[in-house]
């Protein structure tokens, strides 16, 4: 092995900031709001690997600091640090919060954070998928929540539109295992929103 000097090392670029607004909005993804949904992602399958009697909102909230901490360590600084986040702490919170969210974590039979390769060697990495007597459930989570002056059917249809093609692939996915039917939903906790895709 080699140790390379820090001058040898391209220079680091910070990501850019992130105007402060309203709601988190979902108009593209950027850094931060993909980074915020892959660090609440891992919190979701340890609450949900843990149990929820384990993570009273108390000590999610006692959590922070490592939350920010992995947040910063992605790249994320100032206001979009700081948005990031309450997104993850406001996700977590309100997915303990909402009775549909309890019963994601405690879910039995329940597989999350779970890899599978397809046939032409793509993997999906798929948040949680509950198997049941009527076949497979595949949940996506999202951390958003709708736009100033959104409705809630607005945003549904919305993400409905952006997000179906993937839940769809999720679904194929864990069909093709045991030939079991599969549905599929998209769940925002910090909105209170289920779709189902």
Same mark, same amino acid.
């Given at each position: ?144 929540? *709708? ?33 079991? *039917? ?16």
């Amino acid at each position: 092995l080699l140790r390379m000097t820090q001058d040898s090392l391209p220079p680091l670029r910070p990501l850019p900031e992130v105007a402060r607004g309203g709601a988190w909005e979902w108009s593209a993804p950027s850094g931060f709001e993909a980074v915020a949904g892959t660090v609440a992602h891992a919190w979701l399958e340890r609450l949900g690997r843990d149990g929820i009697d384990a993570w009273p909102v108390s000590r999610i909230e006692a959590s922070e600091p490592v939350m920010r901490k992995q947040l910063s360590r992605a790249g994320l600084s100032g206001s979009a640090l700081d948005e990031a986040s309450s997104a993850v702490r406001e996700t977590l919170a309100a997915t303990l919060a909402s009775p549909k969210g309890r019963w994601l974590l405690g879910a039995a039979r329940a597989y999350r954070e779970w890899s599978l390769l397809d046939a032409s060697g793509r993997v999906s990495v798929i948040d949680l998928a509950i198997s049941d007597e009527a076949g497979w459930l595949v949940v996506d989570y999202k951390t958003g929540v *709708p736009r100033a002056n959104e409705s809630a059917p607005a945003f549904e249809a919305r993400m409905r539109e952006r997000h179906q093609a993937q839940v769809q692939r999720y679904c194929a996915h864990v069909q093709a295992l045991d030939g079991r *039917p599969a549905r599929g939903a998209l769940y925002f906790p910090r909105a209170g929103v289920w779709v189902d895709c």
